[in-house]
């Protein structure tokens, strides 16, 4: 049976996130080919992706996820033009990279259909559904605009991946691919000795490592949550190492892979 698979592909991964927009070419190619293969035997695929360093480092530098602010205000409504013009270049390198593997793309950025932050935005997910299965929808964290006097926010595509998974029903996988681990580990990745937890109850508490200095969103805290929700409606939820993106067809076609596959 054909499966409908969200996938993020982590800004961490796609990016080398602690130097001003530097993609990684080499990895979107062989994550694009991947999901090439998958949709050339019939699957359908949503793509989701982060921002890595198209985002953060901006929107760090400029309190993004906090709103306005008064004091800098100017600067800050500059830095939202910036990262959202970057964010379509980031996407830009995704979906050419689909196209020359002769799969079509749609593109839809989240500052021109979704507004408010965290995974109650508001916004139409059911556009993902509305195509066939050799079209490839593409979408991904951006600022948005948030109601009040905030003015504008971050939107994670962690949040994307769980109102998308969650409430288009016929999504089989969902599937986060991440830049520097197996899938979820007992501790943090760079540590000797982590290991690579196979199965993960949410609740179960893990040792995590925010880089809260880089990243203006949850890291890998907000991407177990929202994993967990996911859990709950679809039943196959993984955490998967993005450099073997080899690893989502062995998913879809042995039902099991290395990673972490995420239970309610
Ligand atoms: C963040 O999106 C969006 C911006 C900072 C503009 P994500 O939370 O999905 O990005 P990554 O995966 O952590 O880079």
Redesign the pocket.
Known sequence: MAAKVVVKL???LITDKSSLKSPRTDIIDSICNEISHLVSLGNSVIIVH???SY??LL?KKWSLSHGLRKDISEQQREAVKI?RSD?RELSSLVSKSLRDRGIETVTFPPSDWAKNTGDSFEGDVSIFDSFPSNVVPITF???VHVDGGAEFG?L???DLMARISIEIPSVTHCVFLLGDAEGMMDKPPHLEGSKLIELWKSGEIVETEHNSEQ???GGIELKAERASLISKKVEEVWFINGNCPERLSELLTDGTTIGTKIVS
Do not use: L, N
Request: proline share 0%; hydrophobic share 35%; net charge negative.
């Open positions: 982590g800004g961490g982060g921002a890595g985002g953060h929107a990262v964010m964290g951006d600022v971050i994670s595509g962690d990243d203006v969103t």
